[in-house]
C-alpha cells in the first residue's frame, strides 16, 4: 500500500457556533486524490530505532500525496489497568469551516493533535485513526501508573478498527516512558490488521521517528508549532484547545463557599415541592417517599410539568441566558423523572448551547439530582463528538447513581465505536 503525504483535515460543511473549544464533528467525506510514486522512502521525524511494524515514515510537504477529509466519529471506549480507566477520543475535525488545512508533515501533525483531542496532551499516547478517505478517530490513553502495567492496547485498538485501517502512533513523554508502550501498541495494531504508518514520541520541543530502517536522525526534528499553520488557522476561527486532559475534567467542579450553600438550599425547597407534587397524586397508603412515588410512575400532569421544565431551559440556553440557583435546581429535580429524563435525551443535538447548559447545571446540581444532567452532558458531548468529555460526565454520573441506564448506554456506545449520527439515531430516531 502507498503511503500517505499529506493530509488535510476538513472543517464542517456548515458554520457552527464559535467558541473557546473544537467544535463539531463532520459526517462530511473529501475524496482522496491517487498518492503520488516514490522512489525512495520519505524522510521522517527521525529518532531512536525500534523495530516496529510501521508501513511508512512521517511525509515531508515536498511530497504530495492522498487527502485525508474529516469523516465520521469521534468514540471512546472504556480501559481496565491504567490510570485513566477510558480512552477518551475527540474530534475527527478541527476546524468550523470547509477550506482545506493540509497536514504536510510531523510538525503539522503534533501541531494538530490538541485541536483534535481538545486539550493538549501531556505525558500520554494518541492514536490516530485512519480510514481511505478520512481521519476517523483520536484516541488518548494516560501513561500507566505504575511501571508493571499499561495500556490495553486491544482496545484501543478495536476502536480504530471500528472506523479506519490505518493508525499514527503517537507517545507524549521521555524515551523510558514512552518507547515501549508505543512498541507494544504497534504490535497489537498490526496483530489486529491495522497499518501503522507511523509512531512518533514528542518530548522536550522535539519529535522522534520511533520506527526502524528509515535513516532518520536519532536527535529528531524540533517542534515549533508556531512553524505550522495549523494553530493561526484555528485561533483564526475561534479554535483553542483546552490546556490539558484534567482542564475537561474541571470543567464538572462543583462551586464553593456560599454558592455552593445557597444551591444546597434550592435543592432542599426543590425537592420539597416535587414530593408536595407526587403526594397529592399518591394511592392511599402508598410509601410517602421520594424514591417510591418516583418509582411509582409520577401523574401525567406532572410529568407534564417537568418536559415544560425542560423545554423552557433548552429556550433559555439558545438565548444564551444564565439559569438562577432555584432554576437549576428545580430542574435538576424534574429530571429525576424517568419520562422527563428521556424526553431530555431524545431532544439532545451536540449543540454548544444544550451542552454549555448541562455543564453549568451538573456543576450546580447537588447530591443525586446532579446524576441526570451529569449523563445529558455525556450525550450531547457524544453527539457533538466530544469523547473526552463524554468519558468525564459518565464518570461523574455513574459515580452519583451507578444503576443510571442511560449513562451505561453511552458508555456501551463509546466501548463499541459507534458514530455519533449512528447513536444520535439510536436515542432521538432522528438521522
Known amino acids: 500500500m502507498s503511503s500517505p503525504g499529506q493530509y488535510a483535515v476538513v472543517g464542517p460543511a456548515r458554520p457552527t457556533a464559535r467558541r473557546a473549544r473544537p467544535l463539531a464533528i463532520t459526517e462530511r ?12 522512502p520519505p524522510p521522517c521525524a527521525g529518532g531512536p530505532r525500534h523495530h516496529l511494524p510501521t508501513s511508512a515514515h512521517m511525509p515531508t510537504g515536498q511530497r504530495p500525496g492522498r487527502v485525508v477529509g474529516s469523516p465520521t466519529p469521534a468514540v471512546s ?36 493533535v490538541p485541536y483534535l483531542l481538545g486539550f493538549h496532551p501531556r505525558e500520554c499516547l494518541v492514536c490516530l485513526g485512519v480510514d481511505g478517505e478520512g481521519v476517523t478517530v483520536a484516541t488518548h490513553l494516560r501513561l500507566p501508573a505504575t511501571p508493571d502495567s499499561g495500556p490495553d492496547w486491544m482496545v484501543a485498538a478495536r476502536v480504530v478498527a471500528a472506523s479506519g485501517h490505518q493508525v499514527f ?12 508502550h508505543i512498541e507494544a501498541g504497534a504490535v497489537v495494531m498490526a496483530t489486529a490488521g491495522i497499518e501503522v504508518v507511523a509512531a512518533l514520541r514528542v518530548h522536550d520541543g522535539r519529535i522522534y521517528c520511533l ?41 464538572l467542579e462543583p462551586p464553593s463557599g456560599a454558592d455552593r450553600d445557597h444551591m444546597r438550599e434550592a435543592t432542599i425547597t426543590a425537592l420539597r415541592r416535587m414530593l408536595r407534587a407526587l403526594s397529592q397524586s399518591a394511592a392511599p397508603g402508598a ?7 418516583l418509582g411509582a410512575g409520577p401523574p401525567p400532569h406532572v410529568v407534564a410539568s417537568g418536559v415544560t421544565t425542560v423545554r423552557e431551559a433548552l429556550a433559555a440556553a439558545d438565548r444564551g441566558e444564565v439559569l438562577t440557583d432555584d432554576a437549576v435546581a428545580w430542574l435538576a429535580t424534574v429530571l429525576l423523572i424517568p419520562d422527563v429524563r428521556a424526553y431530555a435525551v431524545r431532544a439532545s443535538d451536540g449543540s454548544d448551547q444544550q451542552r454549555a447548559l448541562w455543564i453549568d447545571v451538573t456543576r450546580r446540581a447537588v447530591g443525586v439530582t446532579a446524576a441526570a444532567p451529569a449523563c445529558l452532558v455525556a450525550v450531547t458531548a457524544y453527539l457533538h463528538g466530544d469523547g473526552a468529555l463524554a468519558v468525564t460526565a459518565i464518570r461523574r454520573s455513574l459515580a452519583i447513581d451507578p444503576g443510571s441506564q442511560t449513562a451505561q448506554l453511552v458508555a456501551d456506545a463509546l466501548e463499541a465505536g459507534i458514530p455519533p ?6 436515542i432521538t430516531g432522528r438521522d
Open 29 to 40: 467525506v473529501v475524496s482522496a486524490p491517487a498518492p503520488a510514486e516514490r522512489s525512495t
Open 77 to 112: 471506549a472504556a480501559m481496565a489497568g491504567t490510570a485513566d480507566p477510558f480512552v477518551s477520543c475527540g474530534r475527527s475535525t478541527m476546524f468550523p469551516f470547509s477550506d482545506k488545512a493540509v497536514v504536510k508533515g510531523p510538525v503539522d501533525l503534533v501541531a494538530a
Open 169 to 180: 502512533l503517537l507517545g507524549y513523554g521521555p524515551a523510558e516512558q514512552v518507547d515501549s
Open 211 to 251: 520506527g526502524s530502517g528509515c535513516g532518520c536522525s536519532p536527535d529528531g526534528i524540533a517542534f515549533d508549532p508556531d512553524a505550522s499553520a495549523v494553530p493561526a488557522t484555528a485561533t483564526l476561527h475561534g479554535v483553542a484547545p483546552l490546556a490539558d486532559r484534567e482542564a475537561i475534567d474541571n470543567l
Open 287 to 293: 410509601e410517602m417517599t421520594l424514591g417510591a412515588m
Open 421 to 426: 449520527a449512528a447513536f444520535r439515531a439510536a
